[in-house]
């Protein structure tokens, strides 16, 4: 097996994850904790990365996600969009002589602005490594689902929605909580869901969920899909597609099939990439720039 | 002053209203408290009511709103639309000899479902105060928004938005938590969100309302009223009004202001109407009619 000669960590708020990569850009070993940045102390992170240097090499350390907010490692600004790779490679702020944090993107367009840490990574290293065209739409669904637009293998523009989070407030806090209990599958009732986001009442649409229940409309074990349905659909009919569009999924296997339907029932047509090569393509692509300076 | 005929109870799910009321339909006296339905307990009902005649007077009771719903006295069906003041008489559910429960109204059409409890004496009861025609679209905001459809004095239809609640989940347990401790006022903001709303991305905007804040692109204080106007506009915008429709407004004096400017933003006409005195007009016909038999 061949040796890894850096090491990336992918740091989000509640999870990370630490791949040791080869010269060829080949994962050699990786490991998911939850030793997200939320779970850090300020004033720990050297100690994190050294602990991390002892057990997977005493390498090089690229980092992206969140490490590089206001609740981690340090904070860095925003590279606005356009952006690509070399952009990146240029930003990358380096908290030690071996440690770098890569930056997170922003976009503001009359007057709106929106922000993402990490994802600019898994965008730039599927286009890199041609698992996206350079010229594409990809969606990464998620707590905050991302939308960006690939313009020549730039990050161009991009949108959020916060469809995830909504989905888990409204499953937690909500007068609907109880209704909610059920798994999401794709089925009938996550397609009515899609189905009742093309009317875009979504405000009224969800207390009919509740209300379709108390009434019998509706088994109380299809609400939570549904409701899925009905977000999801109208996260995507937010996108405005095009008939027959290809919209590049970056999305883990719970995610994928529900956004892909959604994608599909509005015309597009979804087209899965696999989200831990994109991220090890576009990571080991920074590291090459850095490494050949 | 005139002798008090009967009482009447607003019984809400954290707040609860009594009145004492003339022969001529007149408030003698009334009182809020917060023993809403959620904070009394089972079987602890008819004590409460006999406390109130204890305070009130020894005199008939009529109750609206959620003491008929599970977590109520009793749980009582829906009333189907259409539905008038005599329909309602008629199915008034007697807990006691002279203690009457209102039941809620149900719509249902092309599988949308929608319920209220406690809304329909107010709706019904301002069209028999004249406060507003027998044909019209009332509306009803709080923390699940009721849009009704009057039509010869009845309750023709109705459809519900959980507004409010959703406000009160992003300002309670959202990312967007921290950004939205700001009153909401009906300013520049406030009207910025409205017109944000028209693009039908709700859950995009609400993403970049923190995003536009972090890139200095809005003041942070300026975001609860921007979230506001933003979820209020789409409230608005999903009602699909007719420009110059009359929309007669049963709100507070904190939500009336801003669902006037939304509406008006939509091309509707805003007619304030007093929801107190709509609430007593009805209960009233009400107790007239059973009166009188």
């Known amino acids: 097996m061949a040796e890894p000669v850096f090491l990336a960590i992918d740091w989000g708020t509640t999870n990370r994850r630490i791949y040791a990569i080869d010269a060829h850009g080949t994962l050699v070993a990786s490991e998911r904790d ?23 090499g005493d390498l090089p350390v690229l980092i992206a996600g969140m490490a590089g907010s206001v609740r981690g490692w340090v904070e860095l600004p925003y590279l606005a969009c356009p952006a690509n790779l070399t952009a990146l490679a240029n930003a990358l702020h380096w908290v030690e002589p071996r440690t770098a944090i890569v930056p997170g993107l922003s976009f503001v367009e009359d007057g709106y602005g929106d922000v993402m840490r990490g994802e600019e990574v898994q965008l730039l290293g599927s286009v890199a490594a041609g698992l996206a065209p350079p010229d594409a739409l990809i969606c990464q669904p998620g707590t905050h689902c991302k939308w960006a637009r690939m313009v020549g293998g730039s990050v161009a523009a991009f949108h959020t929605a916060m469809t995830g989070e909504l989905f888990a407030l409204l499953r937690r806090h909500s007068l609907l909580a109880d209704f909610l209990t059920a798994e999401v599958v794709e089925g009938p009732a996550f397609h009515a869901g899609i189905a009742a986001s093309a009317d875009a009442t979504l405000l009224t649409a969800l ?55 959604a994608i599909g029932a509005y015309g597009g047509r979804p087209v899965a990439i696999d989200s831990q090569a994109g991220f090890i393509a576009g990571i080991t692509a920074l590291w090459r720039m850095i490494d050949a300076r």
Chains 1, 2 share one sequence.
């Open 34 to 56: 939850d030793r997200g940045v939320t779970s850090v102390a300020p004033g720990d992170f050297p100690a994190e990365v050294a602990a991390i240097r002892a057990r997977f």
């Open 207 to 261: 207390f009919g969920a509740r209300a379709s229940v108390l009434l019998d409309l509706r088994p109380r074990e299809d609400a939570a899909s549904y409701v899925s349905g009905l977000l999801i659909g109208s996260d995507v009919s937010e996108q405005a597609l095009v008939p027959g569009q290809p919209v590049h999924l970056l999305a883990d296997p719970a995610l994928g099939p529900l956004y892909a339907a």
